[in-house]
């Protein structure tokens, strides 16, 4: 029987050490929601890091052997594979380069090996449970070479990657000491995969200028072989996100919320901690806002959700800091005995309580510096059952192609900004009726079993023309 093997960095389940327990949690993030959804059909197996130093080898298969039941296969990594892998080269050089922070991204030889090695390492993993007939599909900026080493070991299997990030400009790409390995080794897929086109076009370029391979229709001719490449914009589960918008629990914990904050309206702000999410920018509008129009003071309140991420790492624990200043000094300077302009959360939430945040917020303010997609608009949108709200959304996030009835902003204008959360607040209920009815009718239709079924299929049709190439 042919499977689908999902490799990533993480995998969906995230295992905590308590005490002298171990529990199994759903990992935050949009790939782990996204294909989380999927990943169980058709005997389906997913490869990943569990997120738990494991003690000892009794441990060890203890974790693998629960995780197997949910058709998970445990890659363990050690406190100097996720310093320099993961920290290091992932976190600390691809994720800024990519992301067009190159002001925060560090050059360490040391880190580039670890990655290489830790790439082997899944590459060994998923070369034993692999036949023949199963196709790969690798994912993500950790797992750059990945599918030239498995390219190496099996000339003929079927290799799809996809790219949750943005692929950057050519510019940024050459700064890369490592540009033409990392390019090399995307290149082992039969097919790649990118949120948008504009990603896949700064790829294309990057693989001529670099590499010297021409292009024709998203075709790379290598010289051995051929690979696709295409744009695939990732959707979410909708009925997932719209049926916990409308479950009890939501409606329970929106009635809660909304008794506390009485007649105040709600605009509302959900990321993991991550400077291209532009979360700094974000509080300066909202000052501005309230600055601008002081009628909107004891009137309107932003509930920001910053879900912690990767504090190891020196720039994100210096932005929570900013941002723990900012929101203190916004607050201490204009609250009012029976008003807060800002409620800050930094943890995370239960599913059904992020719904109930959707459900209870007019405005939907997803401003990020740069995102692949940003999967957040996308459930706001699905969670708006009365089709009420309006997204307010980054002309720089992937989802900004497909969602134009959104209030499509430049994050770095903060006067646009602050103008688009009056605009929203103020706009005509029609108004946002039809805009949200537009753009829930995009999201619902390309969700992400579409999303998956289309590359899917693009894979096995790469893979039947390189067969009938290899046999003419
Ligand atoms: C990367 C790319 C791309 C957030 N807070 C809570 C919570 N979340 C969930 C959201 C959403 C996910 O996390 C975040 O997904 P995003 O797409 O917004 O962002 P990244 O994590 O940066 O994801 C991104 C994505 O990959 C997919 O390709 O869109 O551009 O950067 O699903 O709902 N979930 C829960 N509680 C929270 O407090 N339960």
Redesign the pocket.
């Known amino acids: 029987m042919s499977r689908t093997i999902i490799v990533s960095n993480r995998l969906p389940t995230k295992i905590l050490r308590t005490d002298n327990s171990l529990t199994f949690q ?1 990992s ?7 294909l989380g959804s999927i990943y169980q059909a058709d005997g389906n197996v997913w490869v990943g890091w569990p997120g738990l130093f494991v003690e000892d080898a009794a441990e060890e298969e203890y974790v693998c052997e629960q995780l197997r039941q949910d058709s998970m296969v445990p890659v363990f990594l050690t406190e100097a594979e996720i310093r320099d892998f993961y920290e290091g080269f992932s976190n600390s050089t691809l994720w800024p380069t990519f992301h067009y922070f190159t002001q925060y991204a560090t050059y360490e030889q040391a880190h580039w090996e670890a990655y290489v090695a830790v790439n082997e390492k899944f590459c060994r993993a998923v070369l034993e449970l692999a036949g023949p007939e199963d196709t790969i599909w690798v994912h ?1 900026y950790q797992l750059l070479l990945l599918p030239a080493m498995l390219r190496q070991a099996r000339p003929e299997a079927t290799i799809g990657f ?1 790219l ?3 692929f950057p400009s050519y510019e940024l790409i050459r700064v890369l000491p490592w540009r033409k390995e990392l390019l090399q080794g995307m290149l082992g897929a039969d097919l790649l995969g990118f ?1 948008t086109f504009g990603y896949m076009r700064h790829f294309l370029s990057a693989v001529s200028q670099l590499l010297g391979f021409s292009s024709q229709n998203g075709q790379i001719e290598t010289g051995s072989r051929t690979v696709l490449v295409d744009a695939f914009p ?1 959707g ?1 589960d909708y009925e997932r ?1 719209e049926q916990a918008a409308a479950s009890e629990a939501a409606i329970r914990h929106e009635a809660t919320y909304r008794e506390a904050l009485r007649e105040v309206r709600v605009i509302l702000s ?3 901690l ?1 400077y ?2 532009g979360i700094a920018q974000r509080l300066r509008a909202f000052e501005l806002l309230i600055q601008r129009y002081p009628e909107w003071r004891e009137q309107v309140s932003l509930i920001m ?1 910053v ?1 912690p ?1 990767r504090d190891q790492v020196a720039q994100y624990a210096s932005l929570k800091e900013e941002i723990d200043e900012l929101v203190g000094r916004i607050n201490a300077q204009y609250r009012t005995i029976s008003w807060t302009p800002i409620h800050y ?1 930094y ?5 059904e ?2 719904a109930s945040l959707y459900r209870l917020a007019e405005v939907a303010l ?1 401003t ?1 510096m740069r ?7 996308k ?1 706001f949108v699905a969670s708006k059952a009365n089709q009420k709200g309006v997204l307010i959304l980054s002309e720089r ?3 900004a192609r497909e969602l134009s009835d959104a209030l499509i902003i430049n994050p770095t204008n903060t006067g646009e900004l602050a103008e688009a959360m009056h605009d929203a607040l103020v706009m005509p209920e029609e108004d946002q009726i039809q805009r949200m009815g537009a753009m829930q009718a995009l999201v619902r239709q390309y969700n992400v079993f579409a999303w998956t079924k289309l590359f899917m299929d693009r894979l096995a049709y790469s893979k039947m023309k390189q067969h009938t190439l290899d046999t003419e």
């Open positions: 759903p935050e993030g949009g790939l782990a929601t996204g993500d996809f949750h990030i943005p949120h990732m979410i996100y959900i990321d993991r991550d291209s999410k959700v879900v991420s959360f943890r995370s939430f239960p599913l309580e992020l997803v990020p995102d692949g997609m940003n999967l957040v608009a459930e996030a992937g989802a």
